[in-house]
Antibody
Framework: QMQLLQSGPEVKKPGTSVKVSCKAS????????VQWVRQTRGQSLEWIGE????????RYARDFQARVTITRDMSTNTAYMELSNLRSEDTAVYYC??????????????WGQGSLVTVSS | SYVLTQPPSVSVAPGKTATITCGGD??????VHWYQQKPGQAPLLVIK???DRPSGIPERFSGSNSGNTASLTISWVEAGDEADYYC???????????FGTGTTVTVL
């Protein structure tokens, strides 16, 4: 069974960084791409970026490009998303999701359970 | 930037049909995917590539895509279908994935 297990909730102060992890099991991690998507309270989904696991190639949404770094560790089947210079507007649930094919038009499946990041002074 | 517009809410009686639209400029040339999200849960893929159902998704869920509108149809609606639904595409112009504004389906 394909599954993505994310790290727990975090509370951070403005101006600091957060690093969220996403551990894959039940599918071939190295042939997939891992997406990061966030959802602020009551709002829609917002794509942050992706990493193609095998090559390490990353793509970032323009709005996050200056503050986000996505990495992976193939030895532990884990992907990471680090967001820096946090502000209160970054308070959200952060999801990782698998993209099981190379095409840019591929759907996201499966999804992790989400990690709540709260930014508060 | 590419925008996907959905109605905020759709209400439907049990056993009836719910149709959720997703409007975007010439969306017919894109592959549209649909996700169901229940409160406190992660999104779940229910339709991929406009009209394909992933394994385990009931036949009651179907999709279409034409012109400037993609649609998700839920036939024989059940109480368990109450959720938020999002459409999703790749925007090659802005090199980013885009999600629709989301539609809350309420079963009366």
């Amino acid at each position: 069974q394909m599954q993505l297990l994310q790290s727990g909730p975090e509370v951070k102060k403005p101006g600091t960084s957060v690093k969220v992890s996403c551990k894959a099991s039940g599918f071939t991690f190295r042939t997939s791409a891992v997406q990061w998507v966030r959802q602020t309270r009551g709002q829609s989904l917002e794509w942050i970026g992706e990493i193609v696991v095998g090559s390490g190639l990353t793509r970032y949404a323009r709005d996050f490009q200056a503050r986000v770094t996505i990495t992976r560790d193939m030895s532990t089947n884990t992907a990471y998303m680090e967001l820096s210079n946090l502000r209160s507007e970054d308070t959200a649930v952060y999801y990782c999701a698998g993209k099981p094919c190379d095409s840019l038009s591929c759907p996201f499946d499966p999804w992790g359970q989400g990690s709540l990041v709260t930014v508060s002074s | 930037s590419y925008v996907l517009t959905q109605p905020p809410s759709v209400s439907v009686a049990p056993g009836k049909t719910a149709t959720i639209t997703c409007g975007g400029d010439n969306i017919a040339v894109k592959s549209v995917h649909w996700y169901q999200q229940k409160p406190g849960q992660a999104p779940l893929l229910v339709i991929k590539y406009d009209s394909d159902r992933p394994s385990g998704i009931p036949e009651r869920f179907s999709g279409s895509n034409s012109g400037n509108t993609a649609s998700l149809t839920i036939s024989w609606v059940e109480a368990g279908d109450e959720a938020d639904y999002y459409c999703h595409v790749w925007d090659e112009g802005d090199h980013r994935y885009v999600f629709g504004t989301g539609t809350t389906v309420t079963v009366l």
